[in-house]
């Protein structure tokens, strides 16, 4: 069991380009979640989904898509990146037992 | 005031000191979470309450719903329990489908050899 993995692990990206984040887990778990966390700030939900083939907005949204086409993998994706969204970005799931897994977190530096 | 928030901000004790970690929080809550994020950045979940007190090894966590408080403690400390401990609560009020978890910035707890 891999748990949560993420990939990258760390990307610097000029402000105006693109990536995706990826989110795998192996759990079977229908919930999963992308959030950011800041120096100062607690963790920010920005989109969550309850399930293959469904997305919703989370707190802080603007700037960001999902995507969740498989059960296993919730993407994340920034379309024309700004140094605001410079953060450790983490995804997670959870089970039905309301127990929160974590990825490992990728960190991001918008220049 | 944030929603969630813990006390102290930074906690240094030594070896096999009892530890307590406070979380007071000003909503309505359905659940409690305790985390703890390593070193290296990885977030493990510790524990789940709505009510009560839980164990697990060394660490208890108790809450007070009345008091809209909580608290972690940690006994006979290690310096491998160093790490930052974050609360999080679920809010009574449906946010974001109920999918909202409110993150405390945690407390950052150094066990000295």
């Known amino acids: 069991n891999a748990g949560v993995t993420q990939t990258p692990k760390f990307r610097v990206l000029k402000t105006g380009q693109s990536m995706t984040l990826l989110c795998a887990q192996d759990m079977n778990h229908e919930y999963m979640y992308w959030y950011r966390q800041d120096p100062g700030m607690g963790l920010r939900l920005i989109h969550y989904?309850?399930?293959?083939?469904?997305?919703a907005k989370g707190e802080v949204p603007d700037g960001y898509n999902v995507s969740r086409l498989k059960k296993q993998n919730f993407l994340l994706g920034l379309e024309s990146a700004a140094p605001s969204q410079t953060s450790v970005y983490f995804c997670?799931?959870?089970?039905?037992?309301?127990?929160?897994?974590f990825g490992p977190g990728t960190r991001l530096l918008v220049l | 005031k944030n929603e969630v928030e813990q006390s102290p901000q930074n906690l240094t004790a030594q070896e096999g000191e009892f530890i307590t970690i406070n979380c007071s929080y000003s909503?309505?809550?359905?659940?409690l979470h305790w985390l703890q994020q390593h070193p290296g950045g990885g977030i493990v979940s510790l524990f789940m309450?709505?009510?009560g007190k839980k164990k697990h090894g060394r660490l208890i966590a108790t809450i007070n719903i009345q008091e809209k408080h909580s608290s972690l403690h940690i006994t006979a400390s290690h310096p491998r329990d160093s790490a930052v401990y974050i609360c999080a609560v679920r809010s009574r009020q449906v946010d974001f489908g109920n999918e909202k978890l409110t993150f405390g910035t945690g407390t950052r707890l150094t066990i000295i050899p």
């Open positions: 997670a799931s959870r089970d039905l037992r309301e127990t929160q897994y």
């Open positions: 309450l709505s009510s």
């Open positions: 989904s309850v399930g293959e083939g469904t997305t």
């Open positions: 909503v309505g809550i359905s659940a």
